[in-house]
């Protein structure tokens, strides 16, 4: 049996939650590594020294360090193409190409709002912090304009990248969670009808469920 | 059947356009005004329904988004012209990881400050100065990492230049219009990075080519 392997960060962390997800659908056996951000640990030297900019997740196998949560799934899904979900990064070059298209959307037209969304209704609050009322109102409409485009496409198509579920998918699970099931702006994604069956569809997978359930878990003690 | 690239003036399809020319992959280019707003047009929306360049057409192919595109041909032509993507499993997941340190950290950044200091007035709205100085911070702080990294790297993703590499040059190379470049050139490795990386023959042809919108 392989070595497991390690991914630091709490899974609470929508990028860390994103790693997981991943490495369930490639059926791939890994470690979670607390990182306690909420006294700093992610900004401290021995953290620095794996993820010099002081975010999670990080990850480890035998071969390789990285970080950044969608260069892990590409490398993950690349080195494990030949078990779990095969079809996760495409089985040919148009489809992988297609997956990559909408991994970028993704990662630059709807992870900026949705994120910023997250952090304020989600976040802040448990945080103790101001909630800024203008990043609110921006973030949303320019997560509706995305959105629009998302609802014409998911009519056309099953998933983003085509008829099956992929990397490009799985990358929008973790912000879409938390803004479905803790804020009020859930109804950006259910009331939209192609986005709202997607979103199901999606969310509905065991890996999924499983990565909700780690998220519940509580945290581990300190030292 | 050639490749057609759209916005070549624009930063983002120029990591498309360096890309070919290291691939020594033939295209068209066909313009798209973004101060006129032709991005937003509905012709163009059919092919990138987000209204942003570039998108390129590949016979019947569409596709778009600078990243996804640069590697799609990199993949595709692994077999001629620079070798963009590494030898190994380990070696791309290592261009992956910078080259979604570009677009997550380094990109927003600087994205910002060109779209204040240099588009804010033809693209008719108020240059936020608060923005521009975040951004400028924030910007900074990134390239202490960098220049951490390739104090014992040549490139980003090792001692090969990549994808990872490549993705910064367009928009880097506006600090230059911005009278921002010292943010480079303070920074001895970051510096000689990009000394290397904006003369290569393919950054050199593109800029030829496809001058900025925003001459001096």
Redesign the interface.
Known sequence: MATPVKVYGPPMSTAVSRVLACLLEKDVNFQLIPVDMSKGEHKKPDYLKIQ??GQVPSFQDE??S???S??IC??VS??YANQGNKRLYGTN??E???I??W???E???FN?PSSALVFQLAFAPRMKLKQDLGVIKQSEEKLAK?LD?YE??LGESRFLAGDEFTLADLSHLPNTQYLVSVTEKGEMFTKRKNVGRWWSEISGRDSWKKVVDLQKAPPPKSA | MVVKVYGPAFASPKRVLICLVEKEIEFETVPVDIIKGEHKDPEYLKLQ??GVVPVIQDGD?T??????II??YA??YKAQGTDLLGKT??E???V??W???E???YH?SIYNLVLHVLFSDKMGFPADAKVIEESEKNLGK?LD?YE??LSKSKYLAGDFFSLADLSHIPFTNYLGAMGKMYLIKEREHVSAWWDDISSRPSWKKVLELYPAPILE
């Open positions: 010099p900019f071969s390789i990285l970080f950044e969608r260069a590409r490398y690349e080195k070059p148009l992988k190409a297609s990559e298209q991994l970028e959307a990662g630059q037209s900026p995305v485009v014409q496409r | 329904p987000f192919y596709l778009y988004e600078s990243r996804a590697r799609y993949e595709k499993i380990e791309r997941g290592t992956e990881q080259l979604e340190v677009a997550q950290n927003p990134v990492i951490e990294r």
